[in-house]
């Protein structure tokens, strides 16, 4: 799409979305995402030269966005997180591991992030030609009653043997059980690095019975979610992955923390690029690249696809992580999304907020 196609697919929200500036943040002060961004920021951190070469292989290997410094990432690790009848039932050929990865290749992106067998079983075949990212804990939704906890079901060592680029995993920030999650991210990565894997971070929010109050789900409030960045980089996460901020005043309301009023009143004002840019401010300013997820599967996943692709890019993010919205579709459905967020990359006129 050029950008007369993605500007009448944000209908009313284009001018907002489009046009908008960051005062509060500026882009000056951030470390934004470009061709040269392993060698401008990431070569001046502690991480080793084989983590250099792996991240080089997630922006310039493969995928319509090589060589922009912006992701396009497949991510397929619902058949644990949300079951993989209701995953994949909808389209069956993605029980077949190979099928995923296909749709990855054809799809146009960077790396593809799965499970240890889906990705192992495959490994000989596609390890060089696609990143994998592997990911090494998961929440299982067959425990009766459901719990909401990663544990580990794979090693570092088991992705390096198979060849990927990087290991990912998930800690869920403010549920009773992740200082125990920390710890054992906090040491997976460790020995990522050591091995020269990069280190993908999904920072996300669990606690049904103190996040959900009067109504209203802070599970996406922009001061709970970027605080959750900031300890994700904390451990030395090399991307971070997080949801689009829906809300805001997570810690005033709520009743619990620290914060500032000038995050609310001068940083992080109620526009949702002003909401990511503080994301990416939690991410060392940028140094630390920020990922979006695409969110759930549901009636308007073109456009809403845009959308967030949109968010992202201006806000100074690295890219889109998105799954649902491109495997529960028709196959060329499921490329014509991917590429729709990967063309809102490729727009030179789209630039930072």
Request: charged share 20%.
């Amino acid at each position: 799409m050029n950008f007369e196609e993605i500007k009448n697919m944000l209908g009313s929200d284009a001018d907002k979305l489009l046009n908008h500036v960051c005062t509060g943040i500026p882009k000056e002060n951030i470390h934004h995402p470009g061709p040269d961004f392993v060698d401008r920021v990431f070569r001046h951190s502690d991480r080793n030269n084989l983590v250099l070469n792996n991240m080089e292989r997630l922006f310039s290997q493969t995928g319509r966005l090589s060589g922009t410094g912006y992701l396009s990432i497949l991510p397929v690790d619902q058949g644990i997180e949300h079951t993989a009848s209701a995953s994949f039932a909808v389209n069956p050929s993605y029980f077949d591991p190979e099928n995923i990865i296909k749709l990855a290749i054809n799809g146009g992106c960077s790396g593809v992030a799965s499970t240890l067998g889906i990705l192992g079983s495959v490994a000989r075949n596609y390890a060089h030609k696609i990143p994998f990212i592997v990911k090494i804990n998961h929440n299982e939704l067959l425990t009766k009653p459901a719990l909401s906890d990663q544990t580990l079901f794979a090693n570092v060592e088991q992705a390096f043997d198979m060849g990927a680029a990087a290991v990912g995993a998930t800690i869920y920030f403010g549920s009773p059980e992740s200082r125990r999650q920390i710890q054992e991210i906090s040491e997976s990565f460790r020995y990522a690095h050591e091995l020269g894997l990069v280190c993908v971070l999904w920072c996300y929010l669990r606690n049904k019975e103190e996040f959900i109050r009067d109504g209203k789900d802070y599970h996406t409030a922009n001061d709970l979610e970027s605080q959750a960045n900031y300890l994700g980089v904390t451990i030395e996460a090399d991307i971070i992955k997080q949801k689009l901020s829906t809300l805001n005043r997570g810690f005033l309301d709520l009743n619990f923390g620290k914060t500032d009023k000038l995050v609310y009143e001068k940083l992080a004002p109620d526009n949702p690029i002003d909401w990511n840019r503080y994301q990416v401010a939690n991410c060392y300013m940028g140094r630390i690249g920020l990922i979006n997820s695409g969110g759930e599967a549901g009636g308007n996943d073109l456009q809403d696809a845009v959308t967030a692709a949109v968010i992202n890019k201006r806000s100074g993010g690295m890219g889109l992580i998105l799954g649902r919205k491109a495997f529960k579709k028709p196959t060329p459905e499921g490329i014509k999304i991917l590429n729709a967020v990967q063309d809102v990359y490729l727009c030179q006129d789209i630039t930072l907020a």
